[in-house]
């Protein structure tokens, strides 16, 4: 048995499963259709999806191979 930690586990695995944030997710939709990504920080309180958004955007961005281009 693996374990895996909840919030591990049910991360989002693209921006389309984001809740709320609705205008950030918009720009960052964005940012994956014209294959351009700027330098980006992500602020704000504990647990309100910072990590869960940069992990999202580079799965759309890279797919199956985001891992390798994630550090
Ligand atoms: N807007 C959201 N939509 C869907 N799930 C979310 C959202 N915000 C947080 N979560 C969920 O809450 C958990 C914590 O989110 P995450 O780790 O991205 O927070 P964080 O902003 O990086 O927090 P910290 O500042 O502690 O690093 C994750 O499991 C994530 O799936
Ligand atoms: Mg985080």
């Known amino acids: 048995m ?4 909840w919030t591990e ?11 709320g ?4 997710v918009d720009r960052l939709q964005a940012f994956v259709e014209q294959d351009s990504i700027p ?5 704000g309180p504990a647990g309100t ?4 958004s940069a992990i999202a955007l ?10 390798q281009n994630f550090m």
């Open 9 to 19: 586990k049910y991360r989002p695995d693209s921006l389309d499963e984001i809740i």
């Open 21 to 24: 944030q609705d205008e950030i």
């Open 2 to 5: 693996t374990l895996e930690i």
């Open 49 to 52: 999806g910072k990590t869960t």
């Open 39 to 43: 330098h980006l920080m992500f602020a």
């Open 58 to 67: 580079a799965k759309d961005v890279y797919g199956d191979e985001w891992k």
